[in-house]
């Protein structure tokens, strides 16, 4: 069997999940996918079966869209709602346009530090190993780069406030770093409160299975 499958990976496990159960469903251990998507989001999956995970590769390369919504108020250990709090703020009334404004400051290329958890390795130890064991680290930059960034809309949450955005990353961006980002250039600790991703070059999330659909 060697194909590419396109999988809507839905909330509340890795990537690596999704891996196992395919293995199980399809009795093949060969397969690999095209780019980790965090347990807490959902979206495309592109997945390489048999011979086809040599393509893997080249995909890996190719620009991705997402759908995030930013938590403005709370920063987590993880930069996600995964993590604890760390820090929190009172948000005041922030209008569209100054969100837009900063939104549209991240296009190009900014270097950015990696989350602390994530699968980065420092020394041949994954970071999100170290950051579990509570270790001393830096957390590596890494450049990242945004080719465009719109606002779909804002909304009160109590004494915080929600944004949410659909952008076009290059490979190797990470979502919570730009939405951490994005509280940094307004003033605010942030966290991603939603993340889904919609499209991998051409590849869309609308033409993906679900895992129950295997």
């Known amino acids: 069997m060697s194909e590419i499958l396109l999988i809507d990976k839905p909330s509340g496990i890795t990537s690596f999940d999704v891996i196992r159960q395919l293995r199980k469903k399809l009795g093949v251990r060969k397969m690999g996918h095209a780019g980790t998507l965090d347990p807490l989001a959902t979206g495309l999956l592109i997945i390489g079966v048999g011979e086809s995970t040599k393509k893997l590769d080249e995909y890996l390369k190719?620009?991705?869209i997402y759908r995030a919504g930013i938590l403005l108020g709370e920063k987590r250990t993880t930069g996600?709602?995964?993590g604890e709090i760390v820090e929190t703020a009172l948000i005041p009334e922030i209008s569209d346009s100054t969100i837009a404004k900063v939104l549209s400051s991240l296009i190009g290329e900014t270097e950015l530090p990696v989350p602390a958890y994530s699968a980065i390795k420092v020394n041949g130890k994954r970071l999100y190993a170290k950051a579990r064991k509570n270790e001393e680290f830096t957390p590596p930059l890494?450049?990242?780069r945004v080719m465009s960034v719109t606002l779909s809309d804002s909304e009160r949450q109590?004494?915080?406030m929600v944004i949410r955005v659909e952008l076009e990353v290059g490979?190797?961006?990470y979502i919570r770093s730009l939405a951490e980002e994005v509280g940094r250039r307004l003033g605010y600790p942030a966290t991603l409160a939603?993340?889904?991703?919609t499209s991998i070059g051409e590849f869309k999330v609308e033409h993906a299975k679900k895992l129950e659909e295997i």
């Open 158 to 160: 109590g004494d915080k």
């Open 142 to 144: 890494r450049t990242m």
């Open 62 to 64: 190719l620009p991705k």
């Open 80 to 82: 996600d709602m995964g």
């Open 194 to 197: 939603q993340l889904r991703r």
């Open 171 to 173: 490979s190797g961006t």
